[in-house]
């Protein structure tokens, strides 16, 4: 593996394999007044939410590298103790976009990048009609990283009112991540949509407590044909299958066929890889049970 002591290498080096590494990321596409009540809006990826009782979300506006200086989301941030983080959806990045050239205070990024302006209901800078979301927040803590280039401040806000367009909620008044499409911010010039085939699900129970990978049978363990996530969708599961689920599966015409096979280990754990895809997870950990008991496959000669 390459090994990068951060000390040994330019800060803008650093930053991209930071971006690169830690990716995606949601991107706050923030709304800030100055104490003028000039307008400002820019985007930052380096975001995330971090408590719901109060809720808590998090930005950092760094510090420029080359010219050290600070940017004016932070400078209106601190003098009125105000955003509203707006959400990027895919149907809006280009303008998005846009918005995160540095243009001078005096210039309104809303009308350089084609947004409308809604006024909020309890902060004062501008909602973004455009965006699928809006967070109206109060700043609790603004925290400096550091005083060289690339350092960060990290803006501590607590959200005091939500906007959510209609359209993007399910039946059950859940954002549907589909219907919302937001962008997440990657390394360089590489963002990614999280909608369509890009959005698994993955349902593990926290509050059971799961078999683990030292349960599974160790030719589960050493097989060439299940990967990882194949393992750990059965190490998922709350209990082995039991000794009658392994003489049912054994009547499955597909198992007979595999039982039949030159390696049928083999031919059993491509058999459950398939239903493990099919989220079939119960069915698909007989069939990897019943294979443990099976004589371990011939080599391949």
């Not at 349902?203 to 044909?225: E, V």
């Amino acid at each position: 593996m390459l090994v990068i002591d951060p000390k040994d290498i330019p800060t803008p080096e650093v930053h991209q394999y930071l971006l690169g590494a830690v990716s995606p990321r949601p991107i706050a596409f923030v709304s800030t007044v100055d104490e003028n009540g000039r307008p400002n809006l820019a985007p930052y990826s380096f975001f995330n939410c971090f408590s719901s009782n109060p809720p808590i979300v998090v930005f950092s506006s760094n510090r420029r590298t080359g010219s050290n200086t600070t940017k004016d989301t932070l400078h209106n941030a601190e003098a009125t103790g105000e955003v509203v983080i707006n959400m990027v959806s895919h149907s809006i990045v280009r303008q998005m976009a846009v918005a995160s050239v540095e243009y001078p205070p005096e210039v309104d990024e809303f009308v350089k990048a084609g947004f409308t302006p809604l006024p909020a209901d309890l902060v004062r800078p501008f909602r973004v009609k455009e965006s699928p979301v809006n967070l109206e927040c109060k700043v609790r803590q603004i925290i400096p990283l550091g005083d060289k280039g690339g350092a960060g401040h990290l803006i501590v806000c607590e959200v005091i009112r939500f906007h959510i367009q209609e359209e993007v909620l399910d039946d059950k008044s859940r954002i549907d991540p589909h219907k919302i499409d937001l962008m997440g911010r990657m390394g360089r010039a590489f963002y990614v949509r999280a909608s369509g085939e890009a959005v698994h699900t993955i349902l593990q129970p926290t509050n059971i407590m799961a078999i683990g990978f030292d349960q599974l049978p160790s030719s589960a363990r050493s097989s060439t044909i299940l990967t990882g996530n194949d393992l750990g969708q059965l190490a998922g599961l709350a209990h082995q299958p039991t000794p009658e689920a392994l003489t049912e599966i054994k009547e499955n015409r597909w198992v007979q066929d595999a039982l039949r096979e030159r390696k049928p280990v083999e031919a059993l754990h491509q058999l459950a890889k398939g239903e493990l895809a099919k989220e079939h997870t119960e069915l698909a950990a007989a069939i990897v049970w019943l294979a443990d008991t099976l004589p371990a496959d011939p080599a391949i000669s």
